[in-house]
């Protein structure tokens, strides 16, 4: 647990940069104002003392107008001081949070694309604001409550015994059965349940987002709440780890500690009672109750000392499991970059003896593909679901990275190829189109920031988008999302289209990109398509073989195996796969067309 304890301080102020200096002022701040703080205890039993020995003449006491004013000017100045510690604790705090999202952001951002269809968005953002928030408390708040608590406690421990070592034992004795109570909640088996009520946190999270992206699932289906096991046994599980932590975990030391926490005197009473009859023996008993006022009233101090270290423990123990989530981000896969990049000379694809699985899965995706896809040329990808098409693509701009094989683009090896120049590369539309909250101009102008307002028209127009911005009241000023402004799935695809044609990438991927596309969409679809291809390399996915005809290359891939290429004719020729899948679609398409003369009628 200790050593848990020094690493998330040690990774937190990691995070910190060079803002950690920051906390080292504030937490030396903190420590001089729990020593201020002390002295006005002292200014008090000095005052008691002075009030014992001058009974019954009162009109003696001299000096205690100058403790009041030294109790107060401490006072004021362990405020202040205090005041300026959490000053400078905050800056670091609010720095070293805003660190830990962008380096995390920045690992993000080397990631494979593919991970972000593997995980959660809202489990990576959760993860990131949690650690964020909690390390955040813990550096402006915990952790100076805890320096200057232990110089405090030290310094009670020392004021204890110098004015009466038994005294200030009893008192001390409380504190040690409090602090043990407190300790055994966090340590050893504990803390490893604590890690699981968090992982169970992390689990309902994850689920939660899950079943609010199906509700439109569940209404179709009229299916009830329950229908989402997976998120009712996540809430059942964080709820049974909740109340196992709290109630059998917490329950007796949490009792053992604030009782022995409110009542830091209960041992000092005995003791003072058992002391009193030789005290008056020897003739020192002015002293004796100098000491017991004291005490009693240090005790006070004693209780708050050790809330505040329950708190800052609790914060500790938080940011510890804050950061253990926050390094499931930090160590996601990342694409390794190149030393060396290359340029690629031309606008080739080619896959040599590439094999693929998925992490976690244990059949590989793709096994010993191999092809090549000339400069300009249009190859098509078809086949069986679950062939393998949207691997095969997701590959070429590295969503993920090949451990057998090679992919090169122009010669070169895509691992080779720096990353910006890949994406410069490659445009990709895909079959849901991704369109953000923004206007359609910023939409458009993600794929080629630079763009001027001349250039995003042209590309609208050639994605035959005219239509669509007509009819928006600010035209492409327009925020998709906003005042009912909602775009349909051909629609979207458009300004997706628009979106690639901008970018100017000399290789295309398109995965269905007519797929939800009503008749009148598809033909202004297939329109800005043709656009997009022109004098490209294109790498197409589509089931609807039509689209395919006049592709230079078919490639028919079949679960994770290429077993045919060439072009339509030849297929056909062939009399394989494709030859049955192009019977099957005429059959489909025709029986379309039957059931439609057949409803006319
Ligand atoms: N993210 C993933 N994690 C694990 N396995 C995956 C993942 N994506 C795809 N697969 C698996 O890889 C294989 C190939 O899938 P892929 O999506 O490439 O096929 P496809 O030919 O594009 O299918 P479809 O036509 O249905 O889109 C399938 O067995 C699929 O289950």
């Known amino acids: 647990m200790k050593e848990k304890k020094k690493n998330a301080i040690t990774t937190l102020l990691n ?30 039993w000095l ?32 405020i202040i001081i205090y005041f300026i510690g959490l000053l400078c604790t905050h800056l670091a705090a609010f720095r ?57 406690f030290t310094g009670m421990v020392v004021l204890m015994f110098i004015f009466d070592w038994r005294m200030g034992a009893s008192c001390l004795l409380s504190s040690i059965i409090s602090i043990i109570a407190m300790f055994s909640m966090m340590g050893g088996k504990n803390a490893q349940i604590m890690a699981e009520y968090q992982a169970a946190q992390d689990k309902m999270t994850k689920a939660g987002t899950e079943y609010v ?61 058992f002391l009193a009859p030789s005290a008056l023996n ?15 009233i240090f005790s006070a101090i004693i209780s708050t000392a050790l809330a505040k270290i329950m708190f800052a423990s609790s914060g500790i123990m938080l940011a510890n499991t804050a950061l253990n989530r926050i390094d499931l981000v930090m160590k996601a896969p990342t694409l390794k970059e190149c030393i060396h990049p290359k340029t690629p000379i ?27 896809v000339k400069p300009g040329q249009t190859v098509a990808l078809v086949g069986p679901s679950g062939g393998g098409k949207t691997t095969v693509a997701s590959l070429i701009p ?30 990709f539309v895909f079959q849901n189109t991704k369109l953000f909250k923004t206007s359609i101009l910023e939409n458009i102008k993600i794929s080629n920031p630079n763009a001027s307002d001349k250039d995003v028209m042209y590309a609208l127009k050639a994605a035959r988008c005219e239509d669509i911005i007509e ?8 925020i998709i999302g906003s005042e009912g402004t909602y775009l349909s799935g051909g629609e979207q695809q458009r300004i997706a289209l628009a979106r690639a044609i901008l970018k100017n990438a000399p290789i295309v991927i398109l995965d269905e990109a007519t797929a939800f596309a009503d008749p009148e969409n598809e033909v202004l679809i297939q329109k800005a398509l043709n656009v997009l291809c022109q004098n490209r390399t294109v790498i197409m996915i589509a089931h609807r073989l039509s689209t395919v005809i006049n592709a230079d290359k078919i490639i028919v891939l079949d679960k994770g195996y290429v077993i045919e290429e060439g072009t339509h004719d030849e297929l056909l020729n062939k009399k394989g796969l494709y030859q049955k899948m192009w019977t099957d679609y005429n059959q489909a398409a025709k029986w379309k067309i039957t059931s439609v003369e057949k409803g006319a009628l």
């Open 47 to 78: 005052v008691v003392r002075d009030l014992i020995e001058a009974i019954p003449n009162f009109s003696n006491i001299q000096n205690i107008e100058t403790y009041g004013w030294v109790a107060f000017s401490f006072s004021v100045c362990g």
């Open 471 to 478: 009819k928006l009241p600010n035209g492409i000023h327009t």
């Open 346 to 372: 031309d606008n080739s694809v080619v896959f040599k003896n590439v094999s693929f699985t998925y992490e976690g899965s244990s059949t590989p995706a793709l096994s010993s593909i191999s092809f090549r």
């Open 96 to 152: 070293t949070a805003e660190n830990i999202r962008k380096i995390g952001m920045n690992h993000l951002m080397k990631a494979p694309l593919g991970y972000f269809d593997n995980n959660a968005s809202g489990l990576i953002r959760g993860r990131l604001d949690s650690a964020a928030n909690d390390t955040e408390t813990l550096l402006a708040h915990n952790l100076a409550d805890i320096v200057g608590t232990i110089v405090l």
């Open 213 to 273: 992206r199906g509700i439109p699932v569940v209404k179709i289906f009229q299916q009830t709440v329950y229908s989402f096991k997976t998120f009712k046994k996540s809430i059942e599980e964080y709820s049974d780890k909740a109340e196992y932590y709290q109630g059998k975990i917490c329950r007796v030391p949490q009792s053992i500690n604030l009782t022995f926490t409110e009542g830091a005197f209960i041992f000092l009473v005995p003791v003072v009672i």
């Open 282 to 296: 020897n003739g020192n008993f002015n002293n004796f109750v100098t000491n017991f006022v004291f005490y009693a």
């Open 15 to 44: 995070y910190a940069g060079n803002f950690r200096i920051l906390t080292y002022i504030g937490l030396t701040l903190s420590a001089i104002s729990m020593l201020c703080s002390i002295v006005p205890y002292i200014c008090i």
């Open 398 to 427: 590295r969503f993920w990275d090949v451990k057998k094989g090679v992919i090169e683009i122009g010669h070169v090896n895509v691992k080779d190829i720096d990353q910006h120049v890949l994406m410069d590369k490659v445009a």
